[in-house]
C-alpha cells in the first residue's frame, strides 16, 4: 500500500490521519475491511496512540466504524452519505467564492489555471487520482484566500466521502467532469465577476450531488 508508510515523528497523530485516510478513499483499504491499531501503526512506524487518535477522528468523520469489544472497519460508499456530504461542501464552497473572488491575485489565478492543466491532462490520460489531486488543488486556491477556518474545516473533513465514491466511479469506467466548468470559473474569478463564479460553483457541486444519484 503506497499510502501506508513510515511517517517523521513529528504531528504524528495528523500523519496517522492523513495516511489512513488517504489510503481508504484510494481503496487500498476497501470498504468493510478490518483495520487493527496494532497493525496499522506497525506499518506507520509509529506507537499505537497516535494511531488510535486517527481511528477516533475517522469514525468522527464517517471514513470508519467501531463497534465497541469487536472492531473497527472501512464504512461502505454509501450514496446518501455522499449526497449530504457533497450538499455541504457544495455549499461551504458557495461562501468561500462569495469571499475569495474579490481576494484573489494574479498568482492566485495562475496557481489555479496550472491546477486545471493538471487537471485536463489527468483526465485525458485517464490517471483519476491525478485528477483529484490537481482539483482539490484548484479549489483550495478559493479557500485559501477566503481565510475563513470553519468553512476550511469543513471542506477537509467532508470532501474524503466525495472522493471515494468519485474515485471508484471514475475507476469503473465513468467519465470525469470536464475542465471546462474550471475554465468558466477561473474566468469569472479573473474578471471579479462573483455571481457567475458562485453559479459555475454551484454547477461543479450540484453535479457531484448527481454523482451520487447513480448508485
Not at 115 to 137: T, Y
Given at each position: 500500500?503506497?499510502?501506508?508508510?513510515?511517517?517523521?515523528?513529528?504531528?504524528?497523530?495528523?500523519?496517522?490521519?492523513?495516511?489512513?485516510?488517504?489510503a481508504?478513499?484510494?481503496?487500498?483499504?476497501?470498504?468493510?475491511?478490518?483495520?487493527?491499531d496494532?497493525?496499522?501503526?506497525?506499518?506507520?512506524?509509529?506507537?499505537?496512540?497516535?494511531?488510535?487518535?486517527?481511528?477516533?477522528r475517522?469514525?468522527?468523520?464517517?471514513?470508519?466504524?467501531?463497534?465497541?469489544?469487536?472492531?473497527?472497519?472501512?464504512?461502505?460508499?454509501?450514496?446518501?452519505?455522499?449526497?449530504?456530504?457533497?450538499?455541504?461542501?457544495?455549499?461551504?464552497?458557495?461562501?468561500?467564492?462569495?469571499?475569495?473572488?474579490?481576494?484573489?491575485?494574479?498568482?492566485?489565478?495562475?496557481?489555479?489555471?496550472?491546477?486545471?492543466?493538471?487537471f485536463?491532462?489527468?483526465?485525458?490520460?485517464?490517471?483519476v487520482?491525478?485528477?483529484?489531486?490537481?482539483?482539490?488543488?484548484?479549489?483550495?486556491?478559493?479557500?485559501?484566500?477566503?481565510?475563513?477556518?470553519?468553512?476550511?474545516?469543513?471542506?477537509?473533513?467532508?470532501?474524503?466521502?466525495?472522493?471515494?465514491?468519485?474515485?471508484?466511479?471514475f475507476?469503473?469506467?465513468?467519465?470525469?467532469?470536464?475542465?471546462?466548468?474550471?475554465?468558466?470559473?477561473?474566468?469569472?474569478c479573473?474578471?471579479?465577476d462573483?455571481?457567475?463564479?458562485?453559479?459555475?460553483?454551484?454547477?461543479?457541486?450540484?453535479?457531484?450531488?448527481?454523482l451520487?444519484?447513480?448508485?
Amino acid at each position: 500500500m503506497e499510502a501506508i508508510r513510515p511517517v517523521p515523528r513529528t504531528l504524528l497523530r495528523d500523519r496517522a490521519h492523513a495516511a489512513i485516510r488517504d489510503a481508504i478513499v484510494a481503496g487500498e483499504l476497501e470498504p468493510g475491511a478490518i483495520v487493527r491499531d496494532a497493525d496499522l501503526a506497525e506499518r506507520l512506524g509509529l506507537s499505537r496512540a497516535p494511531v488510535r487518535e486517527a481511528f477516533s477522528r475517522l469514525v468522527d468523520e464517517g471514513l470508519l466504524e467501531s463497534k465497541p469489544q469487536s472492531h473497527t472497519r472501512v464504512t461502505p460508499v454509501l450514496a446518501e452519505d455522499v449526497r449530504d456530504a457533497a450538499a455541504v461542501v457544495g455549499a461551504v464552497h458557495e461562501l468561500v467564492t462569495r469571499i475569495a473572488v474579490a481576494r484573489l491575485t494574479d498568482a492566485d489565478l495562475d496557481t489555479m489555471r496550472a491546477a486545471n492543466e493538471r487537471f485536463a491532462a489527468a483526465v485525458r490520460a485517464g490517471d483519476v487520482d491525478g485528477a483529484l489531486r490537481a482539483d482539490d488543488d484548484l479549489h483550495h486556491v478559493l479557500v485559501r484566500a477566503a481565510a475563513n477556518r470553519a468553512a476550511a474545516a469543513t471542506v477537509a473533513r467532508y470532501t474524503p466521502l466525495i472522493r471515494r465514491l468519485e474515485r471508484r466511479r471514475f475507476g469503473e469506467g465513468g467519465s470525469c467532469r470536464s475542465a471546462g466548468l474550471h475554465d468558466r470559473l477561473i474566468d469569472a474569478c479573473a474578471t471579479g465577476d462573483t455571481e457567475t463564479a458562485l453559479r459555475v460553483t454551484a454547477d461543479i457541486w450540484r453535479g457531484l450531488e448527481e454523482l451520487a444519484d447513480l448508485d
